[in-house]
C-alpha cells in the first residue's frame, strides 16, 4: 500500500491537533500551575483545550477531499466532515460547561481526557476500516470510563464508572469478535472490501451472527435497550459535564460510525440476493430495538424523580427514533440522522449545562432541585426552556424538525406497511408521553415556587453564560432554518 | 313619496323609551313613570292614527315596510298591518298603559321594572306585525327575556321557579317552531309568511316538504302547532299557566294574560291555517277535543281555587280555549253549505272579538285582584275579603264592570264575541258546544262567587281596617277600559268594521264554491 | 392586506418586549401588550376593509423555506381566514383588557399570551400545511404556562391535561399529514400538491389518514369524547386565558379540520361522516345535560363551550354550503361570546367574591351589587342561548338548514340541545346573579359592597358585546366573504348541495 504520510497526517490532523493539545494541557500544568488554585488550573486548561478544539476544528474544516490511497482506511466525504465539525462543537460546548460546574479535583487530566474522548470521536467520524473503527471506539471509550470516576467523592460515580466499564468492555469484545468473523468470512479489513467480497457470496449464519454482534456493540453505544442499563447510573454518577458529552458528543459519533458500518457495506453486499437473506435481517433487529427503546425509555422516564436518569430514559426514548434514522439511513441518505443527532446532542448537553449551573451552588439530583428556577436565574430557566423543549420536538425548535426529518423519510420508505413507517408512527403517538416528563421539568423550573432551604440567586459564570445561550439560539436558528445544515451534508 | 313608516315607529317607540330610562340613572321615580307611560301611550296614539289611515276593504297588508336583509339567508324586513294585527294592536295600545298604571305603587326599582315593560310591549307589538319568519322569531323571543325578570324580581316568593319554568316551557315551544320554519325554508327557500300562504294556497308547499320525506309536512305542521299550543296555552301545555300568572306581578299578569296568550292564537290564524290547512283538517277532531278539555278544565279548576288569581288564570285559560273552538270547529268539519258561509263568518268574527275583549276583561280583572293585593298587604284569598262594596264603592263598580264582562253579561262586551262563538260552534260541532256551555255556567258559578264573596257580605278584618277605595292611578286606568267594554257591549261593530272584509275574504277561502 | 402578515410578527415581538420590561414595571408590560393586541387588531380590520372576497386563497407571502422537504413559508388568506383573524384580534384586545389586573409576574403573563395570539395568527394564516401545524404546536407552550402559573384551583392538573390533549391531537395530524406527503414523488406540503397526493391514495389507507387528521384537530375543537381537557383546562385558566382558549383556540381544530382535513379526503369523508355527525350531535346535548347540573358557575360555562363547538362540528359534518357557513359564522360568534361568558363569571364575578359555586353565589344579591355585570351577563346568556338580534342565532339557524339537509334527525337533536343550552344558561343566570331577589334595601348594607367594575373592563365588555350585536344584525358582514370562500376548488368535491 502507497502510504503518503502528508495526506494522512493531512486527514488525521484534527485528532493530532487534538492529542497534542492534550499532552499540552497536561504539561502546562504540570510545569506552572503545580501549586495553583484548582480554579485557576481549571482555566488554564480550559485554555488550551479550547485552543486545540478550534484548531482541529479549522484542519476538518479544511480536509475534505478525499485522498485516493487512504480511501480504503479514512473516509473524509461531507458526512465525515459535518460529524467532525458538530462532535468538536459539542465539544466545545461540553468545555464550556465544565466551567458551569463545580471544579474538578485533578482539572489538567480531566481536560486531557475529555481533549482523548474528542479525539476518538472524531476519529470515529471517518474511520472505514474496521480497525480503525475499533481504535476510535475504544479511545473514546476508555476516556469515558476515566471520566465517569472523576468525582471520587460520590460513591454512586464509582459504581456508574464500574457498570459503564463493564458493559462497555464487554460490548468491545462483542464488536472485536464480529469484526474478525467478517475478516474470517471476507478476508477483508476495510469496508469496501467487505461490501465487494460479501456480494459474491452467499448468506451464511457466521454472517448473521457477526451482524448480530455488531448490533450489540451498537445498542450499547447508543444506549438502546436492552442494552442501555448503563445509562441512568452513568449520567446519573459522572461528572455533569460527562454526562453530557457521553449524551451528544459519543452519541453522535457512535450513531454515524455505526450506521457507516452498516449501510454500504453490508448491504450493498447482499442487496442483490433475495429479501430472505440475513444481510437484510439486520432491519428488522434494528427495528426491534428501536421500539424497545421508545417504549422503555418513555415509560420509564416518566416514573423518574431525579433529574439525571430523567433525562438518561430520554436519551433511551431518543435513541429509538436516531435508531430509526440509521435505518433510514440507506435510502434517504444520513442527512436526516445527522440533523437529529447533533440538535439533539446540543439540546441535551445544554439541559446538563443548566444542571451544572445549578449544581454550583447546591446539589441537583432531583427534579425538584429545579424548583423556582425562573425566579433563582432566569437565564438558566430560559435556556432550559428552549432545550426542554427541543427535546420534546416542539416546533420551530430544531428537535422538532429533526424527528421530522427522520419520520418523513421513515414513511416514505414504504407508508405505513413497512417496519420504519410503523416505527414512525409509534415514535410519533409517544413523543405525547415524553411532553408530560418534559412538562414536569418546565414545571419545577417555572411554576413551583423556590423551596424554602433552598440557595438564592444563582451566579453563571460568564463563560457559561455565553456557552448556554449560544446553544440555545444554535437550536433557535437550526430549527427556524434547517436549510443550512441539512444542505451541507 | 316614501310612506312614513309606522309599523316600526309603532314597535321602536317603546324601545327607545326604555332604552332613555335605562341610561337616565337620574330619573326620579315620579318621572320615570310618567315617562313610561306617556312612551306606552304613544302606541295606543299611533294605533289610532294608523286606524284613520286604515282602509279595511283593501285587501292584503297596509303601512307596508319592507326592505332586504340579510342576502345570504334571504332574509327581509318586512312588516305590514291588516284587521286582524289592527286589532291585536289597539288591544295592546289599550292594555299596556293599563298595567303601568297598575304597577303606578310599585316600589322597588320602577326604572327598571317601567323598562323591561316597555321593552316587552315593543316585542308583542313586534310580534303581530312582523312578516317574515327571522324578525317574527326575534321578537317572539324577545319577548320572553322581559316577561322573564318581571316575574323574577318582582313577583310572588315561588316566583323564581314559575319564570324559570315559564321561559323553559316557552322556549321548547318555540325550538320546536324554529325546527319546523328550518325546514320550512330547506324545502321553499323563503321565511316570508306571504309568500309561503301563497304556496300553500297554490297547492305546492306540500308536495315541496313531502319531497324531504313522507311524513315531513304532518311533523312540520305538528312543530309549528306546539310553538304556538305552550303559548296560548292548549291543554295539555297549559301546566306553567297557573303558577307563573299567581306568580308575577299584577302588571304583568295582566299583560300576559292579555297580550301575550292572543300572540298565541294569533300565530295559529296568521301562520298554521294558512299554510297547513290540509293538516289543520285532519287533526281538527283531536284538537277540538283538546280546547274543549282546556275549556272545562279552565272553568272548573277556577271554582276549586281559593287563590284569587289563580282563579281568574284558570278563567283565562277558559277563555282563551274558547277562543280556539270555532277554529279547530271549523278544522274538524268538511263540506261547508251555504248556511256555512255565515257559520264560518260568525266563527272567524267570534275569535276576533273574543280576543280582543277577554284581553281587555281579564287584564282588568287581574288589576283588580292586585288591587285588592296591595291594600291588604299582600293577601288574595276568596275568603280573606267581604264587603267590599262598602268600603270601597267604586272600586266594587269597575270590579263589577270586569267580572260581568268577562261573565258574558249582554250589554258588556264580553258577550258579542262569546254569542258568535257559541253559535258557529253549536252549528258545527254540537256536542261541543253543549259540553263548552256547562263551562259557560261554571264560569258563572265561580265568578258570581268572587262578586258575592269579596263584595258583598260581612266585612271581614282586612277590609275593616285602612281600605281606601280606587285611588286617582288606578282610576284613570279601570274608568276607560269600563268605558270601552260597555261601548263594545253596546256597539260592536266599531270593532267589526275593522276585520270584517278580512274574514270575508277568509270565509271565502275556505268555503267551496 | 400587506399588513396582514405581521401580526404573527408583531404579537411576538410584542411578547419579547413584554417579557424583558414587564419583569421591571407591571404598568408597562400592560400597555405594551394592549397595544401589540389593538395593533394586531387594526391591522387585521385595515385588511378587512380592503378584502374582497374571492373563491382563491389570496397569497401574502410565498417563499421557500425547507427545499429538501417540500416546506414553503406560505401565508395567504381568504373569506374564511378573514373571519378567524378578525376574529383573533377582538378577542385578544378584550383578553388584554380583562387581564389588566393581573398582578403576578405581568411581564411573563402576557409575553406567553402575545405568543400565543402570535401562533393563533400564523395558523390562521397558513397556506403550508407544515407551516399550519408549526404555528399550531407553537401555541401549545404558553397554554400551558399561562394555566399552570396564573390558573385557580386545580390548575397544574388542568394545565397538563390540556397541553397533553393538544400535543397528542397534533401528533395524529402530524402522522397522518407526514404520511400522505411521503406518498407524493415529490414532497411537499402545499395544499394544492397535497390534494394531488391525495388522489393517488388507496381507499383504505386515505380512510386511515383522514380519521387521522380529522380527528387529530377534532381533538382540539372538543369531540366528543376526547373533549374532557376542554372544561377542567378552560376552569383552570385565568380569565384572559380561558377567554382565548375557549374562543379563539378551540376553533384551530375546527378550522383545522375544515382548511385541512376536510378538502384532502373528499370520498373518506363521507365514509367518516355519520359518525362524525353523531359524535357531533352527542357533544352537543351530552355537555349541556352535563351543563345544567354543575355547581362551578366556570364549569357551566366550560361545558357550554364544548356544547357549542359541537354546533360547529355539526355544520362540518353536513357539509353543504350553508352549513359550513353557519359553522365558521359560530366560530366567529362563539368566539366573542365564549370569550364575554368567561370574563364576567372570572374577571367580574370571581376576581371579587372569590368564590365559583353556585350555592355560595346565590346567598349575594349580585345583581344589585354589580348591575353593570349583571346586565353584561343577561345579555352574555341570550346571545349564548342564541337569542335572535345576537350572532349566535344566524349562526346557529345556518347550521340548522345545513345539518336538515343532510339528516333531519341531527337537526332536531341539535335543537334539543338549543333548548337545553337555554335551561342551563338561565339556572347560571338565575342562581348567580339573581339569587337574592327578595333583600330589603336594610338587609343590602350589611353585604360588603364589591370593587366597582372598572374601565377596561367596561371597554372589554363593550366590544365583545358590540361585535355580537353587529354580527347578529348584520351577519352578512361576515357571510359576504365565507359564502365565496367556500365556492374555491378546494371545496368543491367535499362541500355538496347547499342553500340557494
Known sequence: MNLNHVELARALSPEAALTLGALLVLGIDLIFFKRAQPSVRLRSASLTAAAAIVTAFVFSFCNHASPTALESVLALDKLAVATRCGALGLSFLVLGITSLAPTPRHSAEYIALLLFATAGITLMAVAQHLLVAFLA?????????ALVAFDTHRREATE???????????????????????YGLTGAVDLRGVAHALAHQNGSPLLALALVMMLVAFGYKTAAAPFHLWAPDAYQGAPTPIAALIASGSKLGGLIMFSRLLWPSLLTGTAANDSAHSGLAWLSTLALLSAASLVLGNIAALAQSNIRRLLAYSAIAHAGSLLLGVMIAGPAGAGPLYYYALTYGIATAGAFGVIAAVERNASCQQISDLAGLSRRSPLLAGCLLVFILSLAGIPPLAGFFGKFFVFSAALKVGGLAAWEGQL????????VVSLYYYLLVLKQAWITPVADNAAGQIRVSPVGAIALVLAASAIVLLGVFPNYLLGGV | MKPYPWLTLLVFTPWIGAALLAFLPALSRKTARGFALLVSLSTLGIAVRLLTGFEPHVSGFQFEEHHAWINSLQVHYRLGLDGMSLLLVLLTGLVAPVCLLASWREEKSPRLFNALFLVLQGAALGTFLALDFFHWFFFWELSLVPAFFLIKLWGGPRAGRAAYQFVIYTLAG???????FVALFSATGSLDFSELARLAASGRLNPLLAAMGSSVPQLVFVGVLLGFAVKIPLFPFHTWLPSTYAEAPTGASMFLTGVMSKMGVYGLLRILWPLFPAQLQAAGGTLLVLATIGVLLGAFAAICQTDLKRMIAYSSLNHVSLCLLPLFALASTHGLTQSGAETTAAAFSGILLQMFNHGLSAAALFFCIGMLETRSGGHRGLDDFGGVRSAAPIFAGVCGFALFSSLGLPGLNGFVGEFLIFRSVFALAPWTAALACTGLFATALFLLTFWQRVFHGPRTALVDGHFPDAQAAELSGLIPLSLVMLVLGLLPQV???LFNPLVTSWVQAIVLP | MNLLPFTPYLAFAGAGLTLLVGSRRATWARWIALATALATALFGLFAARVFVASAELQSLVDVSWIPLLGVRYHLAVDGISMTLVVLTGIAATAGVLFSWNIEKRPGAFFAFYL?????????????????FFVFYEIAIVPKYFLIAIWGSGEREYGAMKLALYSFAGSALVLAGLLWLASTAPVQSFSFDDLAAAATQVGCGEARIMFALVFFGFAILAGLFPFHTWAPTGHVAAPTGASMLLAGVVMKLGAYGCLRIALPLFPAAFSFWQPMIAALAVTG????????LVQDDLK????????????????????ANLRSVSGAVLQMFSHGVIAGLLFAVVGRMVYDRTHTRKLEELRTWPLHRLMPFAAVVFVLAALASMGMPGFSGFPAELSILLGAWRTSPWASVAAILGVVIAAAFTLRAVQVAFFGRTTATPGELVSVQPLPPISLPERLGAGLLLGAAVLIGLKPDLLLNWIIPSLHSPQFLQVITGGGS
Open chain 1, 137 to 145: 471506539l475504544e479511545l473514546t471509550s476508555l476516556s469515558l470510563y
Open chain 1, 160 to 182: 456508574a464508572a464500574l457498570k459503564y466499564f463493564l458493559f462497555g468492555g464487554v460490548s468491545a469484545a462483542f464488536l472485536l469478535f464480529s469484526f474478525s468473523l467478517l
Open chain 1, 424 to 431: 414512525a408512527l409509534a415514535a410519533i403517538l409517544l413523543s
Open chain 2, 174 to 180: 318555540s325550538a320546536c317552531l324554529l325546527l319546523a
Open chain 2, 495 to 497: 270593532l267589526i268594521g
Open chain 3, 115 to 131: 405568543a400565543l395570539i402570535g401562533g393563533v395568527y400564523g395558523v390562521f394564516l397558513s397556506a403550508d400545511a407544515l407551516l
Open chain 3, 284 to 291: 352537543i346535548i351530552y355537555a349541556g345535560l352535563i351543563a
Open chain 3, 299 to 318: 364549569f357551566v360555562i366550560g361545558y357550554s363551550s364544548v356544547s357549542h363547538m359541537g354546533f360547529v362540528l355539526l355544520g362540518l359534518a353536513a
